[in-house]
């Protein structure tokens, strides 16, 4: 009886292990510290900012491994962390001029030094996670009070504006202070008793979410407009969510692979940037709040004029990118939390670049009747940006905000439109796909703060992998050592066996772009005892078979066979402790079950497969007397 192997499972095999050995291969190249510099208002990098950056470090005597311009972004690579500092240190002070500065993002970060020829084959490092490439973890806490008080807000305005339309007269329309644990409130103030009611039937029509209770306040009739307890949860869930998706658009600005930014609770962010360190940055990014707002532009009077400061009543001096001066009216149409969705696309009449724009039913109301007035007529988005930043104050670190206001886009009004419209003028579709991200969730829905912060130094991040992988090497030592001395050449088999399962393991998680962590090394290191398990039931089922006479080939073979229902039934058990892990766990405990979960599985391929094909090619063709085990 010989023992072989149908070609096609040899050739399974051989691809197996050749795309095993070429996935895994970028992650023997490591990282670079680098200086990543984009636009902040979503074009490309020029190539004169390559220029400048050149002749800065040639005249600062700083060595620079590559400076490249990819997907519009600038990065230069370093051959140590000291360049790297010293590199930041000279942009900040030479490169931009000061008006410039606010138009690029400069930030510190660790590049992988792939290849370019194994990255235009996909062929991606895996990511590390913050605990293995350092970096920053913050803890943010959306502030409840302001949503709540935003939207009670919005509902005093339309409240207002639809008593007008209904020409019901009313005394007032106050907004109550948020107090914790009580609902959003609006109070309005009537003359009658019939004033109330009337505005009772349009409000409850218009509102029906809201809770409508009549008072008195000194002799006169009120009326609470209340919100329900489930809208107040929407409100607060809406938040949250609007506020994650706004900060993993902003974390694109450090160029983060693989940043994690999740719920924690009720009202807390969890935001981890693997790989940045530049804390401060990062901090002034995530923590800015910006809010959109359309205008009409003020036509009916000189803006030259109100640049040198006769700024008309009504109206309000604004400047564009390039400083040029825009005169608005002081009335907003819309702000950003009014527009539910936008997409970048092409005019169907000019072919130029537009956005494409959708209101809710407030924004669309208010909307449609400003542009029916105003056709022909221009009207602007402005962008307004709060930025906190740490400023030396007689030698003390002091948080300042500084506002930004700038008009991002001037258009002319074609026609009347409500719930959706587009905006055009737009330089490119690039500006144009860019201003889309940032109407649909370039604002914070409310604000947020940071309550903790943790930061894990690039030094300490390489201790961990140094650790991690020593650790690993060892008891993979270990027990090739102890599988030579027990096993003899079949020991070797294991070996080889075991050594390409954990190259197919890393290959696997490069491939899916998984992020590792200390507990993924820890499920690496368990697998390697998982795969070398299967191995010694395969070998001691040999050995029983030689015991009760059986020929060498015919206790291989049955060795392999008869241990496979063994080595599914235990594996299967852990894959599906892995799988619950995975599917209940979060964070850490996840990255330890998909380590786990893909070990399992190239255990069994390299285990059995592998370990078979090596066993048939040494002992296959031979009659065999007794066996090296």
């Not at 207002?160 to 339309?165: D, Y």
């Not at 940037?273 to 000189?302: C, F, M, N, S, W």
């Not at 939390?337 to 208010?366: E, H, N, W, Y």
């Not at 795969?531 to 030689?546: G, K, P, Q, S, T």
Request: charged share 20%; hydrophobic share 45%.
């Amino acid at each position: 009886m010989m023992n072989h192997y149908p070609l096609w499972k040899n050739l399974l095999i051989i691809v197996a292990i050749l795309v095993g050995a070429f996935y895994s291969l970028p992650n023997l190249f490591g990282e670079d510290p680098a200086i990543q510099i984009s636009s902040t208002r979503g074009t490309a990098v020029e190539l004169a900012v390559q220029g400048d950056l050149e002749a800065l470090l040639q005249r600062q005597q700083i060595t620079a491994k590559s400076i490249t311009i990819f997907e519009g972004k600038l990065m230069a690579r370093f051959a140590n962390t000291d360049d790297q500092i010293k590199a930041k240190a000279a942009i900040d002070a030479e490169l931009f001029k000061e008006a410039d500065k606010r138009s690029f993002s400069v930030a510190l970060n660790l590049a992988p030094a792939t290849p370019a020829w194994l990255s235009s084959l996909n062929a991606l490092p895996m990511y590390l996670g913050l605990d293995l490439r350092g970096g920053v973890h913050f803890l943010m806490e959306v502030d409840m009070r302001a949503a709540i008080g935003q939207a009670v807000e919005r509902y005093s305005s339309d409240i207002r504006t639809l008593l007008r339309e209904k020409k019901i007269r009313y005394v007032g329309v106050d907004r109550q202070p948020y107090v914790e644990g009580q609902r959003g409130t609006v109070e309005i103030t009537f003359s009658t008793s019939e004033e109330r009611a009337a505005a009772r039937s349009e409000i409850g029509k218009e509102y029906p979410r809201l809770e409508l209770n009549d008072a008195d306040n000194g002799g006169k009739p009120v009326m609470t407009a209340r919100l329900s307890e489930n809208e107040e949860r929407e409100v607060r869930d809406f938040a949250v969510k609007q506020n994650i998706t706004t900060l993993r658009n902003r974390v694109n600005e450090l160029g983060v692979a693989e940043p994690v930014i999740q719920q924690q609770g009720k009202d807390r962010i969890v935001v981890q940037l693997p790989g940045v360190q530049d804390t401060a940055r990062a901090k002034e990014i995530l923590g800015a709040t910006a809010t959109l707002e359309y205008r009409l532009v003020d036509t009916e009077h000189d803006v030259q004029a109100a640049a040198e400061g006769r700024i008309p009543a009504g109206a309000q001096l604004y400047r564009e990118r390039n400083g040029t001066p825009v005169l608005l009216k002081r009335g907003v149409i819309v702000t950003g939390d009014q527009i539910t969705d936008a997409a970048s696309g092409m005019d169907s009449q000019s072919g130029q670049p537009a956005v494409f724009v959708s209101l809710d039913g407030k924004g669309a109301r208010k909307m449609g009747e400003t542009t029916r007035e105003n056709i022909g007529k221009p009207m602007a988005v402005v962008y307004i940006e709060n930025l906190v930043e740490t400023k030396m104050v007689d030698g003390v670190p002091t948080k300042m905000t500084r506002k930004v206001e700038e008009v991002i886009n001037v258009a002319t009004i074609r026609d009347a439109f409500s719930k959706r419209f587009q905006t055009t003028g737009l330089d490119s579709t690039t500006e144009a796909h860019n201003l889309a991200l940032l109407l649909r969730a370039g604002a914070l829905a409310a604000p947020i703060q940071i309550v903790e912060e943790r930061t894990v130094g690039p030094s300490l991040g390489a201790e961990n992998i140094t650790k991690g992988f020593n650790s690993t090497l060892i008891g993979f030592a270990l027990i090739v050592a102890f599988m030579a001395m027990y096993y003899r050449v079949f020991g070797a088999i294991s070996s080889v066996a075991l050594f390409v399962n954990m190259m197919l393991l890393v290959a696997l998680l490069s491939m899916l772009q998984a992020t590792l962590t200390l507990p993924g090394i820890a499920g690496i290191a368990l697998t390697i005892g998982m795969a070398i398990d299967a191995n010694v039931l395969i070998y001691e089922r040999i050995r029983e078979e030689l015991r009760v006479g059986n020929t060498p080939q015919a206790a291989i073979h049955a060795g392999y066979d008869r241990a496979w229902d063994t080595i599914l039934d235990s594996n299967l058990t852990t894959l599906i402790a892995g799988v619950a892990l995975f599917l209940l766990g979060s964070g850490p405990v996840r990255g330890f079950a998909v380590t786990l979960c893909l070990g399992i599985l190239t255990s069994m391929f390299s285990a059995v497969m592998v370990s078979r094909a090596l066993t048939n090619l040494i002992y296959g063709g031979r009659k065999l007397n007794k066996l090296a085990i």
